[in-house]
């Protein structure tokens, strides 16, 4: 079975192909201690798409994102952003070269207030406090109201905006989003989305994780299928949609 | 009533410098995940420094200050990140305890050397602004009591606000929040860290440079210990919070000052207010919340495997031959020196049963050698057996006692409850009970039929054979039923309770075995000193201990020996050559700070050395090996 | 609680409305289920439904802030997990907790050593260990460290010291993540066998094809509670569990039209 998984057949943002493509995954092997968990993973996400992965969980969704953000160094293989070779690059590192990760569950330091989680915006984004508030606060007013507050005791909803905010004002070359509905009420999660949308027309690549497929669908351009730490489909969205759920449940209908 | 207001100042002048020291512990604690016990050093070397600059060599004491507090102190600490504690994170808390044990000892070392303590008696440091004073109420309180005040209340409001409007103060709160997401955000972890560690420097720095006026002549070992009890106000914090820190401190420093102005003197407690701060510290510890069982850790350790029954025989009558023949070549003190290291040994081995084997720690090991040496004595006359089941009888059941409160907790914060026992037995106990004014107390040789242990070499022989005895028995402790259960705990306790065992049960179990071996110890170490005074079974003298078993490999016997002979070798280094009196003390410190990088210790490096040597020549057992995930049958 | 039409024995394990909270988050809310002598129980869910934190509660390690479990009838409330574990039951964890630094035998033995130490009924550890070695295949590795074998071998070994505790109640807690195709067979073979001996199985796999394959009854877990159960077809035909694996909603899988309110 091949788990070559090449999305490289649509072009970049208008006429501007870009040498190298955002991301490149080959061979990737990783483990947390003896436990391998990811057995040759192969990606590759075109400057300026949205690549969905996708899979069930356990399937190694969250560690290649920890791989590729630098929190787990992988066993073999390599890892290519923007066609540079980052194997072994610290996680703070990749984060102030313009790789923004948006971590699953809660992004967001519970203990300190709405302002001070947005200072910490200042160690990988290029503008000011001032700047990075009133722009977070433009996107989503309920932060703006709740400034002083502690985060840990805003909704769920509120704290993903809130880590989702860190995306936006990082102006990042590569977006890595780790299952930002989970969790979440529709309403809230197909905002969160929409700013996603949003983003990717502006040139962001991202790469996002989901569990439930049905949101990121709509936004992706192309979909890949994670199960049992390899990479076992890639196609258009649509494609995808019938091969998950056979994936997912076994065989049923 | 001017009374009670003279002491509630000096109360709160010492609460203060408690607040200052204890913060600074608390903030490197919570950035790195290390409680720094050279803390108190750092403290006493500042102050040292700066009686060096201003007292000898007329700096001024502005520019002084300056260069302590602000550069010196700091970058040291930045260095000490650097150097030491970077390998350190993650690793086991026992070794954490020992490194930061290893500063504290390798900078009394030095110290000791740079100011001879001969010369302590005329080294004074003049208060801040001495001679003038303030009339409050009825009481004339000096200025720089007012000095230490103003700048605790001003080092407490800057750090509140450095916490909350510097970048780099949310950044330190944010690792403390979640240290993976402040590196995902770009904060740079190990940066922080050192700030937090040149913080935390800069803050025992200034404390010792408070302190040491209101103390007289400078003395080394008087400042370290002061600042020590910082870690009691930490604890009160639990170690993240300023606040309750600061709160602690000014408890702690008015409880004392109370203690020693109310209580009647002559008194039980009056005598022992100098454990005040231990016994709170104890009860805090106590009184904590219990927490979860730990989930298993990959312990890293290179493990020798333990020899079989026969092997293990055959070494100990080899042993016990050559001891023989050392008795016949060896006379005088250095037959001395080698029945004080294995009688040593036996206390080192009960480490290595506790802390090597059971992967619990314990700082207060030389107080169960100390109660053992105690029931020698009193139980022992003419070296009766009686004596010695009662040491061990006696340590074990402390150990029992000790264990019912501490086997609650874990890591750290069992590792501070023995110190704080041990401390508080240091001044209730071993101070009032080994002869008037620490004068000794004498404890008579063990006697067995057969053996003339009256004499050096049959002392030594005897010491040798105990020795090898429970060498051997702790070795097939752990090949058999019990080991097994003791490295089940130590590799999951969490596997273990789910599997039907009582933890808390197998924990104090083998706490108390491992004081009663102590105790057995303590009743032979008082047999071959004749004489043995509070000073021989010090916390101090514990802490030294658990960093040379670490040493020599902390779950191996023949390391045990090494290290033992090594630490009885240090008095008669002393003897012979005067200028080494604290070189060692330095090289242990050194070598206690080599842990951080090399764990295994001096046993690991030898068990690597028998496996490349046998790798090299043997080959010809059939050996399975992996190649990734399947597993290949091979033949060498 | 219904009467079910299948072979089972009688309840082992009876968790009855248990909510677990850990500072404002809810893990668990008003879980019941139950498992039966004779057969193996699943339990699905999604990511960080709660599958762990239940059988935490279950075995003493966590304390629910509600609810309450009962083994064979006795109530384990209050109960520390070694006395929850001398009662009869046994388990592994999701992320390993073997004994590292022991080999695969002494694992094994140890686990029957500590049955030994507290029942009466106990055979020889010694016995015990080498007929558990055979039956779940490790033999050949026997005498290896557990540190140096792959995760798949370790948890059969967590596995095999569970069984030597001779447990009525046997909680596996992924047993199958690391196995290849042939080995999760086996497995599954295995679990099938020890239902067939009398003893109660509560499996959580993400490998939904063996809990459905071997299970007399399913539960799924979602976001803390419990939203489905019934045998595997049942399970397999219920719109909510697809829509909580797959994230449609529950009423319309096939249109994609727009959310509603307030989701799970």
Redesign the interface.
């Known amino acids: 079975m091949t788990t070559t998984a090449s999305i490289r057949t649509r072009t970049g943002p208008a006429g501007n192909i870009p040498p190298a493509p955002a991301l490149e995954l080959i061979e990737l092997r990783a483990a947390y ?4 968990v990811l057995h040759g993973v192969n990606l590759t996400v075109p400057t300026g798409t949205v690549v969905a992965l996708l899979g ?3 399937a190694g969704k969250t560690t290649t994102l920890n791989v590729i ?1 630098g ?1 787990l160094e992988p066993r073999s293989g390599c890892v290519h952003v923007a066609g540079v070779h980052v194997n072994g690059a ?3 590192g990749l ?2 070269a313009g790789v923004c ?1 948006i ?1 699953e ?1 809660r ?6 207030t709405v302002a ?1 989680n947005l ?6 984004a290029a503008l000011s406090v001032a700047e990075i508030e009133e722009q977070s606060f433009a996107r989503f007013p309920r932060l703006g109201e709740r400034r002083g507050q502690l985060a840990g005791t805003m909704s769920g909803g509120e704290q993903q905006m809130l880590a989702m905010a ?1 995306a936006l004002v990082s102006r990042p070359g590569l977006l890595l989003l780790d ?1 930002i ?7 809230i ?2 905002e969160l989305y929409s700013l996603v949308g949003a983003m990717a027309q502006d040139g962001v690549t991202v790469l996002l994780t ?6 990121a669908m709509e936004i992706c351009d192309f979909a890949a299928v994670m199960i049992h730490g390899r990479i076992m489909h890639v196609g258009q969205p649509q494609d995808v949609a019938g091969y ?2 056979e994936a ?3 065989g ?1 209908e | 009533m001017s009374e009670f207001l003279t002491y509630t100042i000096i109360g709160l002048v010492t609460g203060c410098i408690y607040a200052l020291t204890a913060s600074g512990l608390v903030v490197t604690y919570m950035t790195t995940g290390i409680l720094n016990f050279g803390h108190g050093a750092v403290s006493m070397v500042a102050a040292f420094a700066y009686w060096q600059l201003t007292v000898e060599w007329h700096v001024p004491v502005l520019v002084a200050l300056v260069l302590v507090v602000l550069i010196g102190a700091p970058v040291f600490g930045a260095l000490l990140e650097r150097l030491l504690m970077r390998p350190l994170q993650g690793k086991p808390v026992e070794l954490q305890v020992v490194v930061t044990v290893g500063l504290l000892i390798f900078l009394l070392g030095l110290a000791n050397l740079a100011w001879s303590p001969a010369a302590s008696a005329t080294r004074t440091l003049p208060r801040f602004f001495s001679g003038h004073s303030l009339k409050l109420a009825s009481v004339f309180v000096d200025y720089h009591s007012i000095v230490v005040v103003a700048v605790a209340v001003a080092v407490a409001v800057g750090l509140r606000f450095f916490f909350s409007v510097s970048r780099t103060g949310v950044a330190m709160r944010a690792v403390v929040d979640n240290p993976d997401l402040a590196a995902m955000v770009g904060a740079r972890p190990y940066r922080i860290a050192q700030f937090s560690w040149a913080l935390g420097a800069a803050l025992a720095a200034l404390g010792g440079v408070l302190l040491a006026p209101l103390q007289g002549a400078l003395n080394i070992d008087l400042l370290t210990l002061t600042v020590i009890l910082a870690i009691v106000p930490a604890v009160i914090g639990r170690l993240r919070s300023l606040p309750l820190t600061v709160a602690g401190g000014l408890v702690i420093g008015l409880a004392v000052t109370y203690a020693v102005g109310y209580l009647p003197p002559n008194s039980f407690v009056a005598k022992a207010q100098t454990a005040i701060p231990m016994v709170i510290l104890f009860l805090a510890l106590v009184l904590l919340r219990q927490e979860r069982l730990r989930s298993g850790r990959v312990s890293g350790m290179t493990l020798a495997r333990a020899p079989s029954l026969a092997r293990s025989l055959q070494a100990g009558v080899l042993f016990i031959a050559a001891s023989v023949l050392v008795s016949e070549l060896l006379s005088g003190v250095n037959l001395a020196t080698a029945t004080r290291g294995v009688v040593l040994g036996i206390a080192f081995l009960s480490l290595v049963l506790l802390t090597g084997y059971a992967g619990q720690v314990s700082l207060g090991q030389m107080t169960f050698v100390g109660t053992g040496a105690y029931a020698m004595a009193h139980l022992g006359h003419h070296g009766s057996l009686v004596g010695a089941l009662a040491a061990m009888a006696v340590s074990g059941v402390l150990g029992a006692v000790v264990a019912v409160f501490a086997v609650r907790l874990r890591g750290l914060y069992l590792a501070l409850s023995t110190l704080a026992f041990a401390y508080a037995m240091d001044y209730i106990f071993f101070d009032q009970h080994f002869g008037p004014y620490g004068s000794g107390l004498a404890v008579d040789r063990l006697h067995v039929p057969g053996l003339d242990t009256t004499s050096d070499k049959g002392f030594f022989v005897l010491g040798a054979v105990i020795f090898a005895v429970a060498s051997i028995g702790l070795l097939a402790l752990r090949r058999g039923r019990y080991g097994r259960r003791l490295a089940a705990l130590n590799d999951s306790p969490q596997a273990c309770a789910t599997l039907g065992v009582n933890i808390a049960y197998t924990k104090l179990a083998v706490f108390s075995a491992s004081a009663a071996l102590a105790g057995l110890a303590g009743a032979l170490y008082g047999g071959q000193q004749h004489l043995v005074t509070s000073a021989d079974f010090q916390t101090f003298n514990s802490l030294v201990l658990l960093l040379l078993v670490l040493m020599g490999g902390k779950n191996l016997v023949s390391g045990a020996l090494a290290t033992a002979v090594l630490y009885a070798l240090f008095p008669v280094l002393q003897q012979h050559v005067p200028s080494l009196s604290n070189v060692q003390y330095v090289l242990v410190g050194l070598g206690a700070l080599t842990l951080g990088r090399y764990p295994d210790g001096l046993g690991g490096h030898m068990t690597r050395l028998r496996e490349l040597i046998a790798d090299r020549t043997g080959g010809q057992t059939a050996s399975l090996t992996l190649e990734g995930d399947r597993l290949v049958g091979a033949d060498g | 609680m219904r009467a079910e039409g299948n072979p089972q024995g009688g309840v082992v394990l009876a968790v009855a409305e248990v909510s677990v909270s850990f500072g404002g988050i809810r893990a668990l809310h008003q879980v019941s289920l139950e498992a039966r002598a004779g057969g193996v129980t699943g339990l699905i869910g999604p990511n960080g439904a709660g599958k762990t934190t239940l059988f935490n509660v279950i075995t003493g390690l966590e304390k629910p802030t509600q609810g309450r479990v009962g083994l064979g009838g006795t109530d384990l409330s209050g109960m520390p997990p070694h006395r929850r574990a001398r009662l009869g039951m046994a388990r592994t964890f999701q992320r390993l907790e073997v004994f590292g630094s022991l080999s695969v035998r002494d694992n094994i033995l140890t686990g029957a050593e500590f049955h030994r130490s507290w029942s009466r009924h106990a055979d020889d550890p010694g016995s015990v260990t080498e007929e558990i070695l055979d039956r779940i295949g490790l033999r050949a590795v026997a005498d290896l460290r557990v540190d140096a074998i792959p995760t798949g071998m370790a948890r059969l070994v967590e596995l095999g010291r569970a069984l030597a505790t001779r447990p009525r109640l046997l909680l596996l807690d992924e047993p199958g993540s690391g196995l290849d195709e042939n080995e999760s067979e086996e497995l599954g073979r295995l679990l099938v066998d020890l239902g067939e001996a009398g003893m109660a199985v509560l499996l959580v796999e993400h490998d939904v094809d063996l809990v459905m394959r071997i299970s007399e009854r399913v539960f799924v877990l979602d976001f803390g509670r419990i939203i489905a159960s019934g045998s595997s077809s049942e399970v397999q035909a219920n719109p909510d569990v697809r829509a909580a694996y797959l994230g449609t909603q529950p009423a319309d899988v096939d249109d994609p039209s727009g959310p509603g309110g307030g989701g799970a």
Request: charged share 20%; hydrophobic share 35%.
């Open positions: 201690g003896r436990i391998e069930p969980n356990g953000g929190a610290s996680p703070d984060a102030r990760r971590p569950g992004g967001i330091f519970p203990n300190l001070e200072r910490m915006c200042t160690y990988s860190r299952e509905s989970m969790g979440l009420a529709p309403l999660v197909s989901e569990q439930f497929a049905e949101m998950m759920s997912y449940l076994g049923v």
